[in-house]
């Protein structure tokens, strides 16, 4: 085969820097061979990221599909029980000592709703367990396990 003199001439010195273990034409094959799976890993290595990326995409929509099940759980249950909860302060009989004007049962909205914020962003040690055994139960979940 024929190849420009520099290479020929890195091939000559490679061959002569083995300690005569390897004959020109034996280091050019090994070089050759080795220029040849770097390619081969190049083109390999452009296929990968997709494959990847698909990979990443199943896990992480099935994750939030699980999540955003739990978050509209969460919120359904949330939202019926603040209307139970309004509902039945706004029916307090009027003859009741503490009787609840329209003033007193916005104000006391408005405080839960200043509270509930407050505890939002409150990491407890309860709410880290919580939270760890969460995690816990969506990766089992991924695993297959139910």
């Known amino acids: 085969m024929w190849v420009e003199p520099i290479v020929k001439a890195d091939v000559l010195r490679r061959a002569a820097e083995s300690g ?3 004959s ?3 280091a050019g094959a090994a070089l050759l061979k080795k220029g040849m799976q770097a390619d081969l890993d190049m083109q390999y290595g452009a296929l990968l990221t997709p494959a990847f990326e698909n990979i990443l995409k199943k896990y992480m929509t099935a994750r939030d ?4 099940l739990l978050l509209v759980r969460a919120c359904i ?14 029916r307090q009989p009027a003859k009741s000592p503490n009787v609840l004007s329209p003033d007193v ?3 006391i909205l408005d405080l839960s709703l200043d509270d509930a914020k407050k505890k939002i962003t409150n990491r407890s040690p309860e709410l880290k367990e919580l939270i760890k055994e969460l995690n816990s139960w969506l990766v089992d979940q991924e695993k297959g396990g139910k």
């Open 65 to 68: 599909n699980r999540l955003a």
């Open 105 to 107: 049962l916005n104000d």
């Open 20 to 22: 005569g273990d390897l």
């Open 24 to 26: 020109p034409s034996e």
């Open 77 to 90: 249950g949330i939202e019926q029980t603040r209307s139970i909860s309004v509902n039945i302060l706004g």
